[in-house]
């Protein structure tokens, strides 16, 4: 098992820190970036005191996982995984680096979120009830919570910086990417998700929903960032899944349910976490890799292949 650096951050001396997001430290090398992935957890836009133990571990390896799975698709950011192969400068940080990082190819985010939806829950679910459709997309009367969507819809959302993310329409997505590139975006993720729910069919997980990130190197379109985990996703159990119900998740959904029921307003500072949350969402994010892998978490990043 993959040992809890500090958790909360990773500090690499004589390297330059170019930022932290709500998981991931991302580290200057040269003309490429490395991306470690934290024990961190964010929940409703605020980061939670608490680190989730092997939670980067399992983001990395997972995303490791389904970029080279899926690339057949679309090209991704990956440039190497295999702490053995990363530079030597790096060496020294086994520790904080092995299982959780990946070099990567340093691209232009593209200034969306492109959510894909498969399964009415969430944020959808909670729409639908209210006006009878999700981002622009009128459904029909009478769908129940977790029930399969008629088609597989794109809700892209902003990227915000800091607060939450705003629902875009396909009007709203288009001014912003432009015409081309937003019918490119729209389908690379619906064919992603889509390809992704096949595998996780296989392996007895329904994929709900998920989000991608785009970016552009050189004028072309890749995948970047995270790729179909426990935190960009929602995971459910197959055999456990009815129209009608809350499903149990493999996903951080138990640690916002968990919040949902405090007294809390869900602006910082966030709320600790009691140890048995702790150890129960560990032990999700652990169990989605094992299904969705075939294999059990381990040091040495698995990227696909035997």
Known sequence: ?????????CELPG??????GKVREIFALGSELLLVATDRISAFDCILPNPIPCKGAVLNQLSAFWFE??????PNH????????FPAKLRGFREQLEGRSMIVKKAEPLPVECVVRGYLAGGAWKEYQAAGSVCGHALPKGLRQAERLPETLFTPTTKAGKGHDMNLTWDECRRLLGENLARRVRQHGIELYERGREHAATRGI?????KFEFGIIG?????????????????????EVAAGTNPRSFDKQFVRDYLEGLDWDKTPPAPALPVEIIRITSEKYREAFAMLTGRALGKKTYAGRD
């Open 69 to 74: 799975k899926l690339e057949t698709i679309i």
């Open 78 to 85: 990956v440039l190497e995984t295999d702490f053995s192969k």
């Open 206 to 210: 329904i994929v709900a929903d998920t």
């Open 1 to 9: 098992m993959i040992r809890n650096m500090s958790g909360l951050s």
């Open 15 to 20: 390297l330059t820190k170019l930022c932290s």
């Open 219 to 239: 004028g072309a379109l890749i995948l970047i960032d995270e790729c179909l985990t426990p935190d960009s996703s929602r995971f459910w159990p197959a055999s």
